[in-house]
């Protein structure tokens, strides 16, 4: 409700408080419970968004959400379709980098957290194997893979022993 359809600021921000609360104490009552720990970050991240980054910093709001979406990854990865890898992506991108006192935040662990939730929402759509394996190869990374090393990785040598219409030119 405060997010869609309330208009008033001062009225938004005492919607979310009273979901963070509530979340809360749900959280304190099913610790084990993916569902009302996915959906308190849902609520925590529009409160943060309404009350604004000082009073999310105060709170240590990006610390909980790091936290809260590493708990959902390690009880249910695949809970909404990489949800705990798309929230700890979200918080990793939308944090402020603060020196001494919030400083892990970091756009490339962003990507690597969304990436990992866009893999497992490509794998629960595919139906046969070999799109599950084209698509656990990563081909539409722009990146080369981390054990690619170009000072010494020479691809024509995959091709050392293939007749000469292959090899490199």
């Known amino acids: 409700k405060a997010k869609f359809s309330e208009s008033n600021k001062e009225k938004k921000k005492e919607l979310l408080k009273k979901g963070k609360d509530l979340g809360q104490k749900f959280l304190d009552q099913y610790p084990d419970s993916v ?7 849902v609520n925590l991240g529009s409160w943060a968004e309404v009350y604004g980054i000082l009073a999310a ?18 009880i249910d990865p695949e809970y909404k379709d990489g949800g705990g890898y798309f929230m700890l992506g979200a918080v990793h991108y939308k944090s ?12 490339d ?24 394996l084209l698509n656990g190869l990563d081909l539409c990374s722009e990146e080369p893979h981390s054990t ?22």
């Open 109 to 132: 662990e962003a990507v690597k957290w969304l990436r990992k939730a866009l893999l497992i929402q490509r794998n629960k759509h595919l139906s046969n194997p070999i799109d599950k």
């Open 57 to 74: 910093a105060k709170e240590g709001v990006a610390d909980q959400m790091r936290s809260h979406s590493e708990r959902i990854i390690k």
């Open 35 to 41: 569902e009302y720990r996915y959906w308190y970050l």
């Open 96 to 107: 402020p980098y603060i020196p001494f006192f919030l400083s892990w935040p970091d756009n």
């Open 148 to 169: 690619y090393d170009p000072n010494h990785d020479d691809l024509g040598e995959w091709f050392s022993g293939a007749p000469p219409w292959i090899r490199r030119s």
